[in-house]
């Protein structure tokens, strides 16, 4: 079982920028995917990010150019930086890890964009 503590959301004006992180611990023996998805309120869950194990990233084409994944093979966390925040990026978001042939997920955190 592998457990996620995500970290950095909160209340941000348009045009701002946020950082989220993740931290990855417990029965981690290989960890394929990491990633962020994100749900608003009456809206499907969906996927923002995901950056694979040798650093290949996909992200949604809503965020392409203003939020960038990375991650920490190390210490089995990924961050999400985002800038140049919208109205429409409100949303719980939540860190996701695919390892073997299992996956984690986070419990979210609030991000509201918001003047």
């Known amino acids: 079982q592998v457990q996620l503590v995500e970290s950095g959301g909160g209340l941000v004006q348009p045009g701002g920028s946020l950082r989220l992180s993740c931290a990855a611990s417990?029965?981690?023996?290989?960890?394929?995917?990491m990633g962020w998805f994100r749900q608003a309120p009456g809206e499907q869950r969906e996927l923002v990010a995901i950056i694979n194990s040798g650093g290949i990233t996909n992200y949604a084409a809503s965020v392409k150019g203003r939020f960038t994944i990375s991650r920490d093979n190390a210490n089995n966390t990924v961050h999400l930086q985002m800038s140049g925040l919208k109205p429409e990026d409100t949303a719980v978001y939540y860190c996701y890890v695919a390892y073997g042939a299992r996956s984690s997920w986070g419990q979210g955190t609030q991000v509201t964009v918001s003047s």
């Open positions: 417990g029965s981690i023996f290989s960890i394929n995917a």
